[in-house]
């Protein structure tokens, strides 16, 4: 069959590399148990997006529990139904990229102007006499500032000899205070004091 009966070493050795090559490499794959690739098993870096079978391949349990960050997702990838209800709280939105809700300025439909504010001020007037009436009775008037509100008045410093005739919002005002009194034919310097809210 061969001329030549005497082989060389090469020979011999190129012979036995290419019988390992193509029957031991198929008997290497064929031997690889099912679930016997593991991590060692793979060169690191080396799987591609195409080894891993779409739909199937990575879940839940194969992710570190927040390692993924904004750019591990696509723009636009997820949607309300990727979002457990009531699961995002304030800290999850960005404030600054959202728009006045509507009515915002509004409560229960009212602007804040129909609602009195916490800012409590009391003004008292300067104490005299007062203006003396026709009837010889006084009266002195004190407001709160422009644009706020009345809550209430009285008079003040008022002298044991005289006598309070009157205690009422000032007619034709909503934020002004008046006192009428009696001197009694006594000097008697009095004051009025106005709580007022400050809008």
Known sequence: ??????????????????????????????????????????????????????????????????????????????????????????????????????????????SATSFLSSNVYKAESAVGPGTTLGDGTSVISEACDPGDVLLSGGPANINATTTLLESFPTPATTNSWTARVNKNGQTDNFSVVVLCVNQ
């Open 1 to 110: 069959m061969f001329k030549n009966k005497r082989f060389s070493y090469a020979n011999v050795m190129s012979t036995i590399a290419v019988f390992l090559v193509v029957a031991g490499g198929s008997a290497f794959a064929a031997s690889l148990a099912a679930n016997s690739v593991n991590s060692k098993t793979v060169k690191d870096n080396s799987l591609k997006s195409i080894d891993l079978k779409d739909g199937k391949a990575v879940s839940t349990d194969d992710v570190i529990d927040a390692s993924l960050t904004g750019t591990d997702l696509a723009n636009d990838s997820i949607d309300s139904a990727k979002v457990v209800d009531n699961s995002l709280t304030g800290d999850d939105v960005n404030e600054s990229t959202m728009s006045q809700v509507p009515d915002s300025a509004k409560l229960q439909g009212r």
